[in-house]
């Protein structure tokens, strides 16, 4: 039954190429047409293609990791002398705050002792008791109120900043030490490998109907978003850097693989499902009788899900070393979970003197073991499979301190 398909096949991709030959072009439609019938017998050229594309693409992915790192360590480095700088300040705004909270607590329980000392002294105004009781009233409703007013309205704000640049830090520096594992362990293609694989593509161009010395058009998509929230209806529109005057253009488009929309070159096309969805065109246009390839472009749209997900970290503020180290457990939790959906974690630490860590757990349950006093944050990175492949749900921190 598939060597009877294959023929059938066969017979109607040459009669459709007698029938393009022989007929003047009927409009875009013949573009599609073409575009099917040339994708049917280019199995090797398309894989070809893709492995150049895909070699390009990690080429670009690495160079631009590797570009990250000296910002993000430079953002890194601003961001810890920031947090080196509130740390003391908060520290010693927390410690006399609470020394003048005491101290107020005490003269409040004292004051009326020192009242009854004065009223019961020979002379009242010659009396130490009663200098001692002045005292502690002036410094009761005159001198601490103002300093106690001060300090409270000066930590919240104080205690937000802190946190707030120890989050992003936290997140910085997990996101920074997964660049530099890249850096260490990916491979880069090199230039000299991705010149071969397109001349391996130019030479099969001669055996599918395509002149590679011709010359071709730039061309990009534009999108009226670039992202969308799953099922919304995102409008493309594929725009050719020099098109010849007065000729006519065909375009084919694609998402994820499939045919879609007609001939034009704008299509609206709804965001099929979550993470990133390859949009593809190619222009033909007609010249000396025939379709000949003009410019192919693709790109990239990100669906997220209409029901926005949470990730959050539980797990102790403190731990207390004890027999040299400290232990605690954290979970990751994701809200709302949907029946059905497979989930993954990647976990990280930072704060360590050595640096941050990341471990191979997958799971939403992670242990640490830290022997340092110190302040740290762990962070996660939540994820779910989709398609077949790992869409990022959101990330969280957990700061902890060791004691």
């Known amino acids: 039954?598939?060597?009877?398909?294959?023929?059938?096949?066969?017979?109607?991709?040459?009669?459709?190429?007698?029938?393009?030959?022989?007929?003047?072009?009927?409009?875009?439609?013949?573009a599609q047409r073409l575009d099917e019938l040339t994708r049917a017998g280019r199995a090797d050229y398309t894989a070809c293609r893709h492995r150049l594309a895909q070699m390009i693409d990690e080429a670009r992915y690495y160079d631009r990791m590797k570009a990250d790192l000296p910002g993000m360590e430079k953002q890194a480095a601003e961001l810890q002398a920031r947090l080196d700088a509130l740390n003391p300040k908060h520290r010693e705004a927390s410690q006399k705050l609470a020394a003048l909270e005491s101290e107020h607590k005490a003269l409040t329980a004292d004051l009326p002792k020192a009242e009854t000392d004065c009223r019961e002294a020979w002379l009242p105004s010659l009396s130490g008791a009663c200098s001692r009781r002045d005292r502690m009233t002036r410094r009761l409703h005159e001198e601490l109120p103002p300093e106690l007013a001060r300090l409270r309205a000066e930590l919240p704000p104080l205690a937000q900043e802190r946190q707030e640049a120890e989050n992003t830090l936290s997140v910085l520096q997990m996101n920074l030490q997964s660049r530099r594992n890249y850096v260490a362990r990916a491979s880069r293609p090199a230039e000299r490998?991705?010149?071969?694989?397109?001349?391996?593509?130019?030479?099969?161009?001669p055996s599918m109907g395509i002149d590679p010395h011709a010359p071709r058009s730039a061309m990009d998509i534009a999108a009226s978003a670039p992202e969308g929230i799953v099922g919304d209806e995102i409008a493309l529109h594929a725009r050719l850097a020099s098109p010849v005057p007065g000729a006519q253009y065909g375009f084919v488009w694609s998402l994820n693989g499939r045919v879609f929309g007609g001939n034009g070159d704008r299509v609206t096309a709804a965001v099929p499902g979550e993470g990133t969805s390859t949009v593809r065109v190619v222009a033909w246009r007609w010249t000396g009788g025939q379709w000949v390839r003009a410019a192919e472009a693709s790109r990239g749209i990100a669906g997220r899900a209409r029901v926005q997900q949470r990730v959050a970290i539980t797990g102790p503020a403190a731990v207390t070393?004890?027999?040299?180290a400290a232990r605690g457990a954290f979970e990751?939790?994701?809200?709302?979970?949907?029946p059905g959906e497979m989930y993954g974690f990647t976990w990280g630490a930072v704060g360590d003197p050595e640096g941050p860590v990341t471990f191979n757990n997958p799971s939403k349950s992670q242990s640490l073991t830290v022997t340092t006093p110190g302040r740290y944050a762990l962070l996660v990175h939540a994820w779910k499979l989709v398609n077949g492949q790992w869409v990022l749900i959101g990330k969280a921190s957990h700061p902890f301190t060791v004691r």
């Open 332 to 338: 990751a939790s994701i809200t709302p979970e949907v």
């Open 321 to 324: 070393i004890r027999n040299g």
């Open 193 to 205: 490998q991705i010149a071969e694989q397109e001349g391996l593509c130019r030479g099969m161009e």
């Open 1 to 30: 039954m598939a060597h009877s398909l294959s023929r059938c096949t066969v017979r109607l991709v040459l009669l459709s190429l007698f029938a393009l030959a022989a007929f003047s072009p009927a409009g875009p439609a013949e």
